[in-house]
């Protein structure tokens, strides 16, 4: 079974630091690239990052870019969001994806780890 | 950033209403969008892929239209199990953007 699982998030004061972690199970990690989408408590949904299958490309959402990594280890199969400079808004379930290519969509998705910053 | 305006934010629906939700990109996006539906305290779902392409296990009752600037998806006759938020996601140029999500609640 195609599964991926989120870990690591939790209570963080602002300016503090949280590292996500995704892992990737039933596939070849490597063969896709992943990307990280948060939702804030009652509100829409916001690409964060992208990262290639690789992972030698990455992408950024402007809210983000500057205190937010995001790498991975196929070796492991998993996927890591280093968060740093945490804001109140930065609160929100952050999801894990996975991308098969241009015009395949985000076709699955972790339960997704909870991440306040307060 | 390419923004995508996605209307309506919200409507009401009875069982068996066809109803169209529309998102319309700032520029053009050829087909790279996709279609998701989301549940309260679920992960979002894909439903279509590249504007028209219905996923597997997906009611053929979504479907999904357009290029360019203008998408639309459309339930032909809403289920029970449809009512859940609706969001258009543009994988064109980075950063992506999504939609702001349309509510789709029991009339």
């Known amino acids: 079974e195609v599964q991926l699982v989120e870990s690591g998030g939790g209570l963080q004061q602002p300016g503090g630091s949280l590292r996500l972690s995704c892992e990737g199970s039933?596939?070849?990690?490597?063969?896709?690239?992943m990307s990280w989408v948060r939702q804030a408590p009652g509100k829409g949904l916001e690409w964060v990052s992208h990262i290639s299958g690789s992972g030698g490309i990455a992408f950024y959402a402007d809210s983000v870019k500057g205190r937010f990594t995001v790498s991975r280890d196929n070796s492991k199969n998993t996927l890591q969001l280093q968060m740093t400079s945490l804001r109140p808004e930065d609160t929100a379930v952050y999801y894990c994806?996975?991308?098969?290519?241009?015009?395949?969509?985000?076709?699955?998705w972790g339960r997704g780890t909870t991440v306040t910053v307060s | 950033a390419i923004q995508m305006t996605q209307s309506p934010s919200s409507l009401s629906a009875s069982v068996g209403d066809r109803v169209t939700i529309t998102c319309r990109a700032s520029q053009g996006i050829r087909n790279d969008l996709g279609w998701y539906q989301q549940k309260p305290g679920k992960a979002p779902k894909l439903l279509i892929s590249?504007?028209?392409n219905l996923q597997d296990g997906v009611p053929s009752r979504f479907s999904g239209s357009g290029y360019g600037t203008d998408f639309t998806l459309t339930i032909s006759s809403l289920q029970t199990e449809d009512f859940a938020s609706y969001y258009c996601l543009q994988d064109n140029t980075y950063p992506w953007t999504f939609g702001q999500g349309t509510r789709v609640a029991i009339k």
């Open positions: 994806a996975r991308y098969p290519g241009v015009k395949k969509g985000l076709g699955v």
């Open positions: 590249g504007a028209s």
């Open positions: 039933g596939f070849t990690f490597s063969n896709y690239a």
